[in-house]
T-cell receptor, first 114, second 111 residues
Framework: DTAVSQTPKYLVTQMGNDKSIKCEQN?????MYWYKQDSKKFLKIMFS???????INETVPNRFSPKSPDKAHLNLHINSLELGDSAVYFC?????????????FGPGTRLTVT | GEDVEQSLFLSVREGDSSVINCTYTDSSSTYLYWYKQEPGAGLQLLTYIFSNMDMKQDQRLTVLLNKKDKHLSLRIADTQTGDSAIYFCAERSTGRRALTFGSGTRLQVQP
C-alpha cells in the first residue's frame, strides 16, 4: 500500500491554464504539507494543514490555493500558470504527536509549464 | 530565518566511506534529519538525530552532531553504487512543523 500518493506524476500544460494536483495519505496522519523543488533541487515548504486547518503559508502567490477536504487529502490548485511554476511538487504528511515527527513524502508531481 | 547549507557534490569509490556535511543557523533546532532522494523519486528518511545527542549509529550510517558549531555530518561506511543519490540535510525548529532543507549533496559512487 502506498503511504503518500500524488496524481498526476507528470503534468505538462501551457501558460495561463489552471491545474490541480491531488495528494492522499493512508497513514492516519494529522498534518500534511506541500513542498516545491526547483530545477536546482532546492526544496521549500509552501503550505501545511493540520486537521484540515491551514497552519503554514510561506509567501506563496495567491494563484496557489491548497484545499483539504479531510485529514487524508490535501490538494493544490494553481491558477494562471506561469513559466516559473515549473518544478517538482512534493506532498508529505506527519503525525505531530509522534516521537520525532517524521515526514513521509509522496513520489512528486513534475509540472512543466510551456 | 533558518538556513541550512551543504556542499553540492561528493564523489567516492565503491567500498570507501562517504562523509556528507551540513551546517545550520537556527539554534532552536530540535530535530535534524538526513533524507535520500534517488533519481525521479521522492524523499526517503534515512535517519534523524535529536539536538541533545552527539552521535547516532544505524548500520552503515553514522550521524555526528556538533551543536556548538551547528554542524551535522552523515558518514556512510562501505559505500555502494546503490548509495548514489542526492542527500538532504533538514532541520525542524521548536514550535515549527515544516522542515527547512539544505540544497542537497549529490553523491556519486564510482565502481
Amino acid at each position: 500500500d502506498t503511504a503518500v500518493s500524488q496524481t498526476p506524476k507528470y503534468l505538462v500544460t501551457q501558460m495561463g491554464n489552471d491545474k490541480s494536483i491531488k495528494c492522499e495519505q493512508n497513514l492516519g496522519h494529522d498534518t500534511m504539507y506541500w513542498y516545491k523543488q526547483d530545477s536546482k533541487k532546492f526544496l521549500k515548504i509552501m503550505f501545511s494543514y493540520n486537521n484540515k486547518e491551514l497552519i503554514i503559508n510561506e509567501t506563496v502567490p495567491n494563484r496557489f490555493s491548497p484545499k483539504s477536504p479531510d485529514k487524508a487529502h490535501l490538494n493544490l490548485h494553481i491558477n494562471s500558470l506561469e513559466l516559473g511554476d515549473s518544478a517538482v511538487y512534493f506532498c508529505a504528511s506527519s503525525q505531530d504527536s509522534g516521537a520525532y515527527y517524521e515526514q513521509y513524502f509522496g513520489p512528486g508531481t513534475r509540472l512543466t509549464v510551456t | 530565518g533558518e538556513d541550512v547549507e551543504q556542499s553540492l557534490f561528493l564523489s567516492v569509490r565503491e567500498g570507501d566511506s562517504s562523509v556528507i556535511n551540513c551546517t545550520y543557523t537556527d539554534s532552536s533546532s530540535t530535530y535534524l534529519y538526513w533524507y535520500k532522494q534517488e533519481p525521479g523519486a521522492g524523499l526517503q528518511l534515512l535517519t534523524y538525530i535529536f539536538s541533545n545527542m552527539d552521535m547516532k549509529q544505524d548500520q552503515r550510517l553514522t550521524v555526528l552532531l556538533n551543536k556548538k558549531d551547528k554542524h551535522l555530518s552523515l558518514r556512510i561506511a562501505d559505500t555502494q553504487t546503490g548509495d548514489s543519490a542526492i542527500y538532504f540535510c533538514a532541520e525542524r525548529s521548536t514550535g515549527r512543523r515544516a522542515l527547512t532543507f539544505g540544497s542537497g549533496t549529490r553523491l556519486q559512487v564510482q565502481p
